[in-house]
């Protein structure tokens, strides 16, 4: 499967999208999240991290001003925001290959900002279409973004 669409009427609900990824979800895989400020990016990932077995104790935030952060579960999360980040070098300084070619998961927010979408497993744009629902677009990129796709679709 290459496309899929999902629509959310209330922010447990984006949450329980994200933990449905969070569970199947396997290494090595690149997650691009694009949507305006308040769609639901950090709510989707801090779904995905409660699905990857990340402790409650240690909550999943956006990483606005550290740009990137390491949440431990079942697989490792690479958490990035590059809201303040314009050009692709500026990822290199991060250490961005290690991490998104790694042992672990990257979910990248703000992600239309650089043009990543050659690294990519799937990219989910977020719509907003009223203060709670969410229109949740989600396009595969390799064989690791089809699947996930395939088995969310069922």
Not at 81 to 102: H, K
Request: with cysteine.
């Amino acid at each position: 499967m290459q496309n899929f669409q999902i629509t959310t009427s209330h922010p447990s609900e984006t949450l329980a999208l994200g933990k449905k990824f969070g569970e199947i979800v396997q290494r090595g895989t690149v997650i691009l999240l694009n949507g305006p400020l308040g769609a639901g990016k950090t709510c989707f990932a801090q779904g995905l991290a409660a699905g990857l077995g990340v402790p409650k104790t240690h909550p999943v935030t956006s990483p606005s001003y550290s740009l990137m952060n390491i949440h431990c579960g079942r697989l490792p999360l690479y958490h990035f925001d590059l809201y303040r980040l314009s050009e692709l070098e500026d990822l290199d300084e991060l250490g961005y290959d290690e991490f998104a070619e790694g042992s672990g998961v990257a979910v990248i927010e703000w992600a239309e900002r650089i043009d990543l979408l050659s690294e990519a497993s799937l990219e989910v744009a977020i719509e907003c279409l009223d203060e709670n629902r969410r229109r949740f677009t989600f396009v595969a990129y390799d064989d690791r973004g089809r699947q996930l796709l395939e088995l969310i679709a069922v």
